[in-house]
């Protein structure tokens, strides 16, 4: 499903990075460790096209993503891959539901409301559906993230930090809820992160060093 | 769904949204009504000159001649004698030339007696009942009849001068034999009827005035003597020339040889146009100003929640936005807060015109109509308030075009 190969990314000739090869398949989670500074970042937005490699290739599926242009790989990502971010950022003018139909919309699929309360009522928010997302807590904001990354059955889930400012119990909670997720809509998963708490959870991990 | 999207971001932040949205309407409101005002005030205005080359009238101010016999919005200047008029109506130049006498009033509306080509001048048609046949009977113009609740066979006592103040003539009373059809001219807010009739109210009337009122016989060793016209007077005569030449010639000879005067009511107006215009202009500066500002404070608006809403907008790249749907999103939101502006602002004229209306209207006997479709310069003005919302959303809109959705990620 994801496969990468000698990816290889430079800020400056001074900061550049070497990334080992990745794959993940379909209904698997990966999860990339490393301390700070090591370019997890850098490999997330890499695999999802916000930054182009210097070098290397990123399939997902049978398309090589280093190679689409701007507008295409925008198109791309919205269709087929989902971000959960560390700290959870919406549309602050729209309300839960209305952040997730615009996630559809943007990606290109028609908006669905019925689908939407569906992953809503899966993820146990269905009845913060007409709040503004700054009202809710850090635990359901972060479940809406989730939702909002599934919503349009992207092959690939991409995570930044998901649990990183979470605690104990809300770690396993989110992390228990990417993997159901993840087996259930058959989508491959990758996770970056220093929390130690999710080694624990997910067997396959790679280190950055 | 950007619409949706842009509406709602307006409403996040509703005082940022009043201030430029209240602004806008401002300055739209101010300029469309300028625009209206002037345009219906000189369409009035020109559409009562025409076929009037020149008036003749009493020495005096040539504009409150013109004002006072033309439009009956001043006072008049005085008298003439109707025996040295005729010799200037028979000119050869002079294709026609319409008497008039005037001076009297019912409730602030003028009676002016004149001849039939007055109202074939302005093409007045009777609406209901008849033309006036005989003295004292006259016809009464549509918008007056309506406001004074007039009909066929009312009846009235003139009062001396055109204030509304004056002493009544309590011996003859008038009959109104009709009501005209609205023109829009000036003829709408008149009491129309012949001569004699303003000649025979005065008859007894035996003191010297020359307050403008058609006298028999004013001049003190005249009085008492025999009815026939060359005693008469009248107040103005207005004139169609056959020539140009005539509005040349003609009102330096009268004015240097008579001791009456001749006003050109095209100049005169003009003068006037360029007077009042000083204001309309200011007004408008002012209104043009306020657009500026309303621009700029838009402007600083979506500039300044660019700075936090840039997470936002990376956001909505990583969901699969394209930069266009970015740059529409803020060039939409300045877009609608500019045609709601611009809407609000129009009524807003409108709503104005209508208070104004009122008081134009029992002031002037000047109508207008607050409720045109044809917004003169409307489309003008609209593109214009478009343009000046993509200008103020131009900077943001290229701004977030090449937002780095990586670095914007990570720094938050």
Not at chain 1, 57 to 81: C, E, M, Q, V
Not at chain 2, 72 to 87: C, L, Q, R, S, V
Not at chain 2, 146 to 174: I, P
Not at chain 2, 309 to 332: H, S
Request: aromatic residues 8%.
């Amino acid at each position: 499903m994801l496969q990468t190969r000698e990816l290889h990314f430079a800020y400056s000739p001074a900061v550049s990075f070497d990334f080992p090869d990745i794959y993940c398949n379909t209904g698997e989670v990966l999860l990339i460790t490393g301390a700070s500074g090591k370019g997890k970042t850098t490999l997330l937005h890499l695999l999802a096209g916000i930054l182009t490699p210097s070098r290397g290739s990123i399939a997902i599926g049978d398309t090589d993503i280093a190679k689409l242009n701007g507008k295409r790989s925008d198109a791309f990502r919205g269709k087929n891959i989902g971000i959960v971010f560390q700290r959870s950022h919406f549309v602050q003018s729209l309300n839960v539901l209305e952040n997730l139909l615009l996630a559809q919309w943007l990606s290109g699929n028609k908006r669905d409301s019925i689908k939407v309360m569906t992953m809503l009522e899966q993820l146990n928010i269905a009845n913060q559906a007409g709040k503004k997302t700054a009202r809710l807590s850090q635990g359901q904001q972060q479940r809406v993230s989730i939702a909002r990354a599934l919503i349009n059955k992207p092959r690939l889930i991409l995570a930044d930090e998901p649990t990183s400012s979470l605690d104990d119990e809300h770690c396993i909670q989110v992390a228990r809820l990417l993997q159901e997720q993840t087996a259930l809509n058959k989508t491959a998963l990758v996770i970056v992160t220093h929390d130690q708490r999710l080694k624990n959870i997910f067997q396959h991990s790679i280190q950055l060093v | 769904m950007i619409l949706k999207l842009a509406i709602r971001n307006l409403l996040q932040k509703p005082l940022t949204t009043l201030l430029s949205w209240v602004l806008l309407t401002v300055s739209v409101g101010i300029i469309s009504m300028l625009l209206l005002l002037q345009g219906q005030f000189e369409k009035q205005f020109t559409g009562n000159i025409k076929d009037v080359d020149m008036v003749i009238g009493a020495k005096g101010s040539p504009l409150q001649l013109i004002l006072s016999a033309i439009y009956h919005i001043d006072a008049p200047t005085g008298n003439i004698k109707y025996a040295e008029a005729e010799k200037w109506m028979q000119h050869p130049y002079v294709e026609k030339a319409i008497p008039l006498a005037y001076g009297d009033s019912y409730k602030g509306y003028s009676i002016v007696g004149t001849t039939k080509d007055y109202l074939d001048k302005y093409s007045a048609k009777i609406l209901t009942g008849s033309l006036y046949e005989s003295d004292f009977e006259v016809v009464a113009g549509y918008s007056l009849a309506k406001k004074l609740h007039l009909q066929t066979g009312s009846q009235f006592y003139s009062t001396h001068g055109t204030d509304g103040h004056g002493e009544e003539h309590k011996d003859k009373a008038y009959t109104v034999t009709g009501i005209l059809q609205p023109a829009g001219t000036v003829v709408d807010n008149l009491f129309i009827g012949n001569i004699e009739s303003v000649w025979k109210i005065h008859e007894h009337h035996h003191h010297d005035d020359n307050d403008g009122e058609a006298v028999n016989a004013s001049n003190a060793g005249s009085h008492g003597e025999n009815d026939d016209h060359h005693g008469k007077e009248l107040t103005a005569v207005l004139l169609k020339f056959r020539t140009p030449v005539g509005s040349v010639q003609l009102p330096r000879i009268i004015n240097s040889q008579t001791n009456m005067m001749a006003a050109v009511p095209a100049i005169e107006m003009n003068r006037l146009f360029s007077l009042t215009g000083i204001g309309i202009d200011t007004l408008q500066y002012v209104g043009w100003g306020i657009m500026a500002l309303s621009a700029l404070s838009i402007f600083i608006s979506l500039f300044n929640s660019l700075k936090e809403r840039k997470y936002e907008l990376a956001l909505m790249r990583t969901m699969g936005a394209k930069r266009v749907d970015l740059l529409m999103l803020l060039v939409l939101e300045s877009v609608v807060l500019c045609i709601a502006g611009f809407i609000a602002g129009i009524l807003l004229s409108r709503l104005a015109i209508w208070a104004l209306s009122a008081s134009f209207e029992s002031s002037y006997h000047f109508e207008i109509q607050p409720w045109t479709l044809n917004i003169p310069g409307g489309v003008q003005l609209l593109v214009l308030t478009l343009l000046l919302g993509m200008l103020a959303a131009s900077v943001p809109a290229i701004k977030a075009w090449f937002i780095n959705i990586s670095k914007t990620l990570t720094h938050e």
